[in-house]
């Protein structure tokens, strides 16, 4: 029963981040808007830590705020799962 608590966990974790990455869109977004949004302090649903462990997101720098963005891994990883159009 634990290890398929377990599966189920990181299923419904890779499930929200891929979820998180198709919800930020193409378009840098400000890193207040994105964290608010999708920070948890859930230990077992670490959506936005382990996209950005996994290098999905990328951050830059605007006057006044920060911002980020999907990165080139996280749209392979969209890719790869059929959650980006494709060009």
Do not use: K
Not at 18 to 41: K, Q
Request: aromatic share 6%; glycine share 6%.
């Amino acid at each position: 029963m634990g290890r398929m608590l377990v599966l189920r966990m990181d299923e419904a974790v890779e499930n929200l981040i891929l979820d998180l990455l198709e919800w930020m869109g193409p378009n840098p977004r400000p890193y207040a808007e994105v964290l608010e949004a999708w920070r948890t302090s859930c230990p077992r649903l670490p959506v936005w830590e382990e996209a950005n462990d996994r290098g999905f997101i990328a951050r830059s720098r605007a006057p006044g705020r920060g911002l980020v963005t999907v990165s080139e891994a996280g749209r392979d990883h969209l890719r790869s799962h059929d959650r980006l159009p494709r060009t």
